[in-house]
Structures are given as structure tokens and as C-alpha cells.
């Protein structure tokens, strides 16, 4: 099963965990990445998301498909936060579940590794000096 | 002898790609040659001519039709192209 979402409301760990649990699996990872009060050095003071929406979720679903055959998993829930969003609120969070946990935690780990090269999607901070696209820049 | 009529491409812009261009969307007028068809390539160097403050980003890809394209492929006109700034998701 895969499950793939960008939405402009709040994200739930609970529904994301629910959707991944099986019988036939003894693991579930569950990545959960939330906003920093703090980024390299510098106070940040709330967020916001851009994204080319269509073109993200194509990849999200090749990443989480790809997850899934090259892990072996059973489950692959991958929930993308966009808008803007408070310190503390939750961006990302990717579910997996699998027979055993090694590939669990492999699987969730690559996945957030390769949404972060690929997905377009974009974080805006801001800081109490002004807002900046967050890698944008040299 | 005629002068090839220019194609009206448009490139819809995301995250800083949109403050650079103060707009969601633009359009750029490119010729394609029968001895040289419209490719990623020319589209990429007409941005940077009409918007050089690309140049100072760490890089930027585009897509084609909600993929990433490579500087060899072909564009026509019907194509959705899209600035790819570097991303910054998770």
C-alpha cells in the first residue's frame, strides 16, 4: 500500500501510523520531521512551504514506490505539509511498515534522504533579519 | 527569405524563482530552427539572459511536463515548463 499526500492542513502521526499497520508486519518506522526554532546559527521564527505541486506528489509516489520494491516494505505513507507553518508544527512524515525492522528503518531513512534531493518542494524561513529560500543560495 | 517566427514559451516559477521574476509565470519568446530545434539548453541560456540573477543561485534545473529535463531535450510549444530552484523539502 502506498499512501501520498500534500496538504495545506496539519499533518497526523496517528492517521499515518494507522494506515501502515499489518498483520504481517512485526516493524513500523515512523519518520517525523518538525520546524526548528533555529538554523544554522540563527534564530528562525516561522516557515512557509512552496510547491509545484503536481510534479511533487509524481515524485513523491516514484520515491515511495521505489521504497517499497527496493526495501521489500509493505506499507509506504509519505505526508507532505506545505503553506506556512509554526515552530514546532510538523513538515513531513513518512510512515513504513515491514515484516522485520531492519528494513523498516532503512527504508524510512533512504526516503527522506531522496525527498530532500528531488521532491520540488521548497522552505521559506524567516528570520527576525528578513526571509530566505533555504538553499538556494551559495 | 522569411525570419523563423519566434514560439512563446512559458515557465511557471516556484519558490525563489517566483521573487526573482515577480511573477508565477513568464513567458520567454524563442526561435527554432530547422537546423537547430528549441532544446532545454537555448530555454536555460534565454532565462539567464533575461533574468541574470539566476546565475547567482547555487543552480536550477526545469522541468518538462512534470519531469525534470535534461539540456538535450526538445520543448515545443505546448510543453509545461517549470523553474526548479534547489529544493528544500522534508
Redesign the interface.
Known amino acids: 500500500m502506498l499512501d501520498i499526500d500534500l496538504s495545506d492542513s496539519p499533518l497526523s502521526v496517528d492517521h499515518c501510523y494507522g494506515k501502515v499497520q499489518d498483520p504481517s508486519c512485526g516493524g513500523i518506522c515512523l519518520f517525523v520531521?518538525t520546524i526548528r526554532n533555529h538554523s544554522k546559527g540563527e534564530p528562525v521564527v516561522r516557515l512557509e512551504?512552496?510547491?509545484?505541486a503536481?510534479?511533487?506528489l509524481?515524485e513523491m509516489r516514484r520515491i515511495a514506490g521505489q521504497a517499497k520494491e527496493q526495501f521489500g516494505l509493505t506499507s509506504v505513507v509519505l505526508h507532505?505539509r506545505v503553506g506556512k507553518l509554526a515552530i514546532g508544527d510538523i513538515?513531513?512524515i513518512i510512515a513504513v511498515s515491514s515484516a522485520h525492522r531492519a528494513a523498516a528503518f532503512d527504508g524510512c531513512e533512504w526516503i527522506?534522504d531522496e525527498?530532500?534531493?528531488?521532491?520540488?518542494?521548497?522552505?521559506?524561513e524567516f528570520r527576525p533579519d528578513g526571509s530566505y529560500?533555504?538553499?538556494?543560495?551559495? | 527569405m522569411t525570419e523563423t517566427p519566434t514560439i512563446a514559451i512559458q515557465l511557471?516559477c516556484?519558490?525563489?524563482a517566483?521573487?526573482l521574476t515577480a511573477a508565477p509565470e513568464i513567458t520567454l519568446h524563442l526561435r527554432s530552427r530547422p537546423d537547430d530545434p528549441l532544446t532545454i539548453a537555448h530555454v536555460r541560456k534565454a532565462l539567464l539572459e533575461s533574468y541574470p540573477a539566476f546565475g547567482?543561485?547555487?543552480s536550477f534545473a526545469i522541468?518538462r511536463n512534470?519531469?525534470?529535463a535534461r539540456d538535450a531535450d526538445p520543448v515545443v510549444a505546448t510543453d509545461v515548463l517549470?523553474i526548479?530552484?534547489?529544493?528544500?523539502?522534508?
Request: charged share 25%.
Open positions: 520531521g512551504f512552496d510547491s509545484y503536481p510534479m511533487a509524481k507532505h513538515a513531513v527522506i525527498l530532500k534531493k528531488d521532491v520540488p518542494i521548497w522552505k521559506k529560500w533555504v538553499n538556494a543560495r551559495p | 511557471l516556484f519558490g525563489i517566483r521573487d547567482d543561485l547555487v522541468a512534470e519531469a525534470y517549470a526548479i530552484p534547489p529544493v528544500s523539502g522534508g
